[in-house]
T-cell receptor
Framework: ETGVTQSPTHLIKTRGQQVTLRCSSQ?????VSWYQQALGQGPQFIFQ???????GRGNFPPRFSGLQFPNYSSELNVNALELDDSALYLC???????????FGPGTRLTVT | DAKTTQPPSMDCAEGRAANLPCNHS???????VYWYRQIHSQGPQYIIH???NNETNEMASLIITEDRKSSTLILPHATLRDTAVYYC?????????????FGKGTRLSVIA
């Protein structure tokens, strides 16, 4: 059974640009959640997708958006990048909405 | 905001039991206690969760007090690879959006 994978591993973008991060969920999992982790902090919930629909959102602006595909893989898109968007972005999948969440290794985004 | 309080750091000698405390005095009846850990620069790893009974798996034991206001995660024989940040999380187990709300966790250092 493959675990959660994320791509790319690292990314450097310039302020104002747009970025897309990708996540492949663990086999059999239909729910994907995205988290942002700033340096020295715990992960903060961005949003969750369940069966291709957004199912909840944390305190993040609309320039953070996402998609979930029929195979339950997911994308996180961030528009108009700001310096404070520099962080580790984590994807987690679960078998169901309330199930244990299993995290990928993350994508380290640096905005300059 | 996180509903848990944990000490910021702890040390443990290799081979000894590591006992990580967590206070969650405002926990509700339908909320579970979850533990995750995060080894440097990796995604969080699920360890264990429980409602009111003590739980044990291959990684750890979870002891929840009778009033459910606090709990302790026990790593029975800590190794250097257990050095990580440990997060105690209170999470409602209902259908719908139930994200993990991370605090700052406890940084456990296992010392040879």
């Amino acid at each position: 059974e493959t675990g959660v994978t994320q791509s790319p591993t690292h990314l450097i973008k310039t302020r104002g640009q747009q970025v897309t991060l990708r996540c492949s969920s663990q086999s059999g999992h239909n729910t994907v959640s995205w988290y942002q982790q700033a340096l020295g902090q715990g992960p903060q919930f961005i949003f969750q997708y369940y069966r291709e629909e957004e199912n909840g959102r944390g305190n993040f602006p609309p320039r953070f958006s996402g998609l979930q595909f029929p195979n339950y893989s997911s994308e996180l898109n961030v528009n108009a990048l700001e310096l404070d968007d520099s962080a580790l972005y984590l994807c987690a999948s679960s078998f169901s909405l309330g199930g244990e969440q299993y995290f990928g290794p993350g994508t380290r985004l640096t905005v300059t | 905001d996180a509903k848990t309080t944990q000490p910021p750091s702890m040390d443990c000698a290799e081979g000894r039991a590591a006992n990580l405390p967590c206070n969650h005095s405002t926990i509700s009846g339908n909320e579970y206690v979850y533990w995750y850990r995060q080894i440097h620069s990796q995604g969080p790893q699920y360890i264990i969760h429980g409602l009111k009974n003590n739980e044990t798996n291959e990684m750890a034991s979870l002891i929840i007090t009778e009033d459910r206001k606090s709990s302790t995660l026990i790593l029975p024989h800590a190794t250097l690879r257990d050095t990580a940040v440990y997060y105690c999380i209170v999470r409602g187990f209902i259908s719908g959006n139930t994200p993990l709300v991370f605090g700052k966790g406890t940084r456990l250092s296992v010392i040879a």
